[in-house]
């Protein structure tokens, strides 16, 4: 796999709640990731990057919500969510990137 790409694979971390007990119950880290993203591609960019080691992916793709704007309707775009298991003893801190 190519370097460049792996670079560009994660777009960003999802910070939710939902993501934040993930990560403390199951060591699982969630990022938005580009539509064509394979789970392969994940697991080598999120080690390439964050240097863990990554256990299990799972992703899933992401319906854009239909939204008003006055009389007309919109949709925002679809987009991909990745599910990164680590191993154990491995993490992975946002906060001290500030």
Known sequence: MNKERLMQVLVAPVI??????LAENYRQVTFRVLTDATKR?????????FEVQVDRVQILNVKGKQKRHGQRLGQRQDWRKAYVRLKPGQDIDFGDAA
Do not use: I, P
């Not at 939710?16 to 007990?21: D, V």
């Not at 591609?41 to 990057?49: G, I, S, Y």
């Open 41 to 49: 591609e994940v697991a080598k960019a999120v080690e390439l990057l």
């Open 16 to 21: 939710t709640e939902k993501a934040t007990r």
